[in-house]
């Protein structure tokens, strides 16, 4: 377990991590993502953790061991960069025996754990390669085989993700999960990726300016985000209020919903997947019957691969929405709510 309270980081006269308390890796929580905009500290955090960077004040302790004294290499950490930081000109198989080595562990034991090590992040065979001939993300797994080689006690993946593309990121971050929860390691994930963190992660933490905000299970953040701030980083575009009904039923402006929210009420934050447009023909609902949607005009209609996603302008503002039936630019619609899709953001 991970224990850090009032941790600060600095460079020069700047504090970039502020009084920052964490605990990481419960009984439930192997893969922990550290989630945050670009800026916020995460990787000064991670080097923190890892003995790269000194702390102006505070303390990091692992498993109830204080790290203050204790040096980088004696941490027994395993970090992986987001560009994996491979040595260049030697073989993948001298890459991932580089620890063992110094560590003391005999050849024999070094060639047995680099052939299981290429098992587990699935590139058997290739311990002769030179490491400049692997794709990026075959280096990234050989930079995971090396840092899981020595068998750490925690490993810290800054971005080991970032420079590969899109559809090479979410495949292997969930191969990465797999891999990490086959070796039973506990795991720091870096990202800026909502993605990646749910794809990854049994708990995610929301870093913000030097401080982390919220620590939750990734739908538990989703549907119940700590402020309006953490909502809008986590991708709701539209915050509104929402008063409560009686005991699961909320009133807002777009209609009444069936949502839980506490007697002083709550704001809702709204992400387009959260409301659903419908052109206005529903006989259900007349003009001037605003209490299950409410009325708008389609601004925008983008025609996504998961569906048309719209621009709604209406009474109370625009709002992003998805799409249902055939809508076309300054078409009338209703737009919804759609209760377990939006976030509750408690006062
Ligand atoms: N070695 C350094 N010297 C001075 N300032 C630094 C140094 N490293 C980082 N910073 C500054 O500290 C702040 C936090 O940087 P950090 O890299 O920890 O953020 P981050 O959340 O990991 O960002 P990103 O997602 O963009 O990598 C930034 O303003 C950055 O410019």
């Known amino acids: 377990m991970l224990h850090i309270e009032k941790l600060s980081v600095a460079y020069g006269a700047e504090s970039v991590v502020k009084g920052l308390d964490w605990s990481v890796g419960g009984q439930d929580s192997l893969v922990t993502a550290l989630l945050g905009p670009s800026g916020c500290g995460k990787s000064t955090l991670i080097r923190a953790v890892a003995g790269l960077e000194r702390p102006t004040a505070g303390m990091i302790r692992f498993d109830g061991t204080d790290l203050a004294e204790i040096a980088t290499h004696r941490r027994d950490f395993g970090v992986v960069f987001q560009d994996g930081q491979l040595f260049p000109g030697r073989t993948v198989a001298a890459n991932i025996g580089y620890g063992l080595r110094v560590r003391g562990w005999s050849r024999a034991d070094i060639a047995a754990r680099v052939v ?87 708990s995610v933490a929301v870093m913000r300016d030097g401080e982390i905000v919220q620590t ?63 052109p206005a023909t529903d006989p259900a ?28 302008a209406t009474d109370h503002g625009e709002i992003d929405a998805i799409g249902a039936g055939a809508i076309a630019v300054g078409d009338r619609v209703v737009v919804r709510l759609i209760p377990d899709r939006v976030a509750v953001i408690r006062r």
């Open 116 to 202: 299981q090590m290429l098992e587990l992040v699935r590139l058997p065979g290739v311990e002769k390669r030179r490491v400049e001939s692997l794709s990026g993300g075959q280096a990234q797994r050989v930079a995971l085989a090396r840092a899981l080689a020595p068998r750490p006690r925690l490993l810290l993946l800054d971005e080991p993700l970032a420079a590969l593309d899109r559809r090479l990121r979410d495949s292997l971050a969930v191969e990465i999960a797999e891999i990490v929860r086959a070796a039973g390691t506990p795991t720091i994930v870096v990202t800026h990726d909502h993605t990646e963190a749910a794809l990854m992660a049994d």
């Open 216 to 278: 939750a299970r990734p739908a538990a953040l989703w549907s119940a985000p700590r402020d309006e701030w953490t909502a809008r980083f986590l991708g709701c575009t539209t915050i509104i209020d929402a008063h409560k009904e009686r005991e699961g039923l909320a009133v807002t402006v777009f209609g009444a919903l069936a949502v839980d929210v506490p007697d002083a009420g709550a704001r809702l934050g709204l992400r387009a997947e959260s409301v659903l447009a419908e």
């Open 285 to 312: 609902m007349q003009e001037g019957d605003e209490s299950s949607g409410a009325f708008g005009t389609a601004m925008v209609v983008a025609d996504l691969p998961g569906g048309p996603r719209l621009r709604v």
